[in-house]
């Protein structure tokens, strides 16, 4: 069973990334992964219920990230690599930024904690790690909803121009 909940999440967020979340109903996500709706709502209630497992995955990702982050001090070198690593890793995990917004509206929990991490993170991290973090998540916020894996490099390019040079 935990094993088919974690597929469900994974479909979820494909479907959310690709389409945005007021766009994907729990009968796509059952689609896609081949079930009835009712075998999905047996697993998870309601849309919100999914949203919140996905956002528990993602703060597990970056918790890891700022674990990896604060545990020794890091050459210029090893510092681009885990940023980039991380913003490939948020990018699974986009539709968050895209639609912050709607996360908000449908479920206050997630907005909530999502706010409490960002906050966080802000005050755990130096101005280098922040300034990063705060331009790839306006890039992931204004770019639009087909920005995909091929741009992604184009785009963290840019990023990194910006915050390093």
């Known amino acids: 069973m935990v094993m088919r909940k974690k597929l469900i999440l994974d479909a979820a967020r494909k ?4 389409y945005g979340l ?3 109903t729990i009968r796509q996500i059952a689609q896609k992964m081949q079930i009835s709706s009712g075998n999905l709502t047996y697993h998870f209630d309601k849309r919100g219920d999914i949203i919140c497992g996905i956002f528990e995955d993602l ?3 970056e918790s890891k990230f700022l674990s990896l ?21 948020m990018f699974h995990y986009r539709f968050f930024w895209i ?11 997630v907005q909530r904690r999502l706010d409490e991490l960002m906050q966080n993170r802000i005050n755990e991290l130096d101005y280098e790690w922040a300034n990063y973090l705060n331009q790839f998540l306006y ?24 915050v390093f040079l």
């Not at 982050?69 to 890793?89: D, E, F």
């Not at 996360?103 to 929990?109: I, L, T």
């Open 99 to 109: 639609d912050f917004v709607q996360v908000g509206r449908e479920n206050q929990n």
């Open 69 to 89: 982050y604060k545990q020794s001090v890091l050459t210029q070198r090893q510092l681009n690599n885990l940023m980039r690593s991380h913003a490939k890793a």
């Open 59 to 61: 703060i597990s990702v």
């Open 139 to 162: 890039l992931m916020a204004t770019l639009n909803l087909k920005f995909n894996s091929n741009d992604f490099e184009k785009h963290f390019n840019k990023i990194e121009e910006k």
């Open 15 to 18: 479907l959310y990334n690709e």
């Open 22 to 24: 007021p766009n994907v």
